[in-house]
């Protein structure tokens, strides 16, 4: 079961980047609860500066750019095989 | 055998931009012979009627302009590749005022940073101890200087206004910076910015290796030509009409040097509108081909890129409308002396 968090306070690729994260768990059939993080002081506390950011299991996987689906499909992968 | 051909794949992506910059470099050179082959004896138009210069020019200007854009945020991506956010953050924690608002300003050249990150930038740098003034020196160059700004420059009117530009962007980023800053105005800072706890993340730490860097470079090609591309081509259709049908010297009476209000007007008109650098200079070109004077359309041209309202808007969310004002107040003002300055100049 994964914990997916994006972060992001609405801005194009924010939004690109959940839509991504619900079709790459979809796809691969893994358990996963995506939620989004919208305000301010919450996605200052993960200690990025860039949106969006990617946070799975509470850790910070990445942030400030759209990864390509392939990516975003490895990392989530390589997240479900360490539990 | 799988390790063998992802190694050959690493190196051909290293290869590939290699082996295409003669190419393009001869192509480049070789552009205004082949426009002419394909618009006289190609096509067969009539030389010097408006219809076949403004054709003329489109079909010179978009391969150009397009070829060095290519090559520029190849490089520029390349570059950024060597900077972040958090690293100029931590460079510009704590500095002095001056010296810290020419590192910032010269730091929002090179930080790869978009728009829609600029709230969580702000909160980053407040947070890390990085003086208010020095933030905005950051926040005005950014957009300000941008590589398709320069290149555009570049290849429209030449490597001295490129540099021009380049260097008053720099000038206005850093005294206004430092001019907000020693007007102490953090109390109009929104309060819950100071309560700000930024997390602390783990920078990672690991070498990127040549390869990624060149794939930085080929993903901003394919990112920002992407996005730019049909901007260009219709600011250069709308210069194309300008440069073929508009009389000479049209824009001198109310772009020209001689119409004292002209600076103010330009900067005036050109904030409100949105538009980025790619759609915006093709167009200014054309204007100043036809009388405008320099300072006027680099006014223009700044109000534009370098104060747009959306991105003021998106700071309405950290700063009360007062230091929006005074941010916004402040550097159209040096916009217009530098338009004054150049009018004077040229």
């Known amino acids: ?83 | 055998m799988n390790s063998n051909v992802s190694l050959n794949k690493e190196k051909l992506k290293v290869l590939i931009p290699i082996l295409l910059f003669p190419v393009g470099i001869l192509l480049y050179l070789n552009l205004e012979k082949i426009t002419d082959l394909l618009i006289y004896s190609l096509i067969g138009l009539t030389p010097k009627t408006p219809l076949t210069s403004a054709i003329w020019f489109f079909v010179f200007e978009v391969p150009k302009v397009l070829l060095l854009l290519t090559v520029i945020v190849f490089v520029v991506g390349i570059i950024r590749s060597y900077f972040s956010p958090e690293r100029t953050r931590k460079i510009l924690g704590g500095k002095k005022l001056f010296a810290g608002n020419i590192l910032a300003s010269m730091l929002g050249i090179v930080t790869p940073f978009c728009s829609c990150s600029a709230i969580p930038l702000f909160l980053g740098f407040i947070e890390s101890g990085v003086p208010l003034g020095v933030t905005f020196s950051f926040l005005i160059a950014a957009p300000m200087i941008n590589e398709v700004a320069l290149v555009l420059l570049f290849g429209l009117f030449g490597w001295k206004t490129a540099l021009l530009y380049m260097s008053t962007g720099l000038l206005i980023a850093i005294i206004s910076g430092y001019v907000i800053g020693k007007l102490k105005l953090e109390r109009y800072v929104e309060s819950w910015v100071y309560e700000v706890k930024a997390g602390h993340l783990e920078s990672d730490k690991e070498k990127i290796s040549f390869t990624n860097r060149i794939n930085a470079g080929i993903d901003a090609v394919i990112e920002i030509v992407n996005k730019v591309w049909i901007y260009i081509v219709v600011g250069i259709a709308v210069g194309a009409g300008i440069h073929g049908y508009v009389p000479e010297n049209f824009m001198a009476s109310f772009m020209g040097k001689s119409a004292w209000w002209s600076v103010p007007a330009a900067v005036l008109l050109g904030v409100p509108m949105y538009s980025n650098a790619a759609g915006i200079i093709p167009i200014v070109q054309a204007l100043l081909e036809k009388g405008a004077s320099l300072g006027t359309v680099l006014a223009f041209m700044m109000g534009v890129i370098g104060l747009s309202l959306p991105e003021t808007i998106i700071l309405r969310k950290v700063l009360k409308l007062r230091l929006i004002f005074i941010f916004v107040g402040i550097v159209a003002v040096g916009i217009i002396i530098v338009g004054y300055l150049f009018n004077l100049i040229y």
């Open chain 1, 1 to 83: 079961m994964l914990n997916i968090k994006v972060l992001g306070s609405g801005c194009a690729n924010c939004i690109n980047l959940e839509k991504l994260c619900h079709e790459v768990v979809s796809e691969n059939g893994i358990e996963a609860e995506i939620e989004k993080v919208t305000d301010y002081k919450d996605i200052m506390s993960y200690g990025i500066m860039t949106t969006p950011g990617l946070v799975v299991n509470g850790m910070v996987i990445h942030s400030g750019k759209l990864p390509t689906k392939s990516t975003l499909t490895h990392w989530l992968m390589s997240e479900l095989s360490k539990q």
